[in-house]
């Protein structure tokens, strides 16, 4: 858990959103060229996806 105190999962600067068809892009890189394109829902299954069960314990 400590990991995502120090580098978080994602940045909020490389978030954009597309409010009209729904859909959050994600910029890997700080240039342009490598952008993932997903729905909303699915980015926040993917995020959620990260969040640990109660009580358990990452290595």
Do not use: N, W
């Amino acid at each position: 858990m400590g990991k995502y105190m120090i580098r978080p999962l994602l940045s909020r600067e490389r978030l954009s959103l597309d409010e009209l068809e729904g859909k959050v892009f994600y910029r890997y890189v700080e240039c342009h060229e490598e952008v993932e394109r997903m729905d909303y829902l699915e980015f926040i299954a993917r995020v959620t996806s990260h969040i640990p069960d109660k009580g358990q314990v990452s290595l």
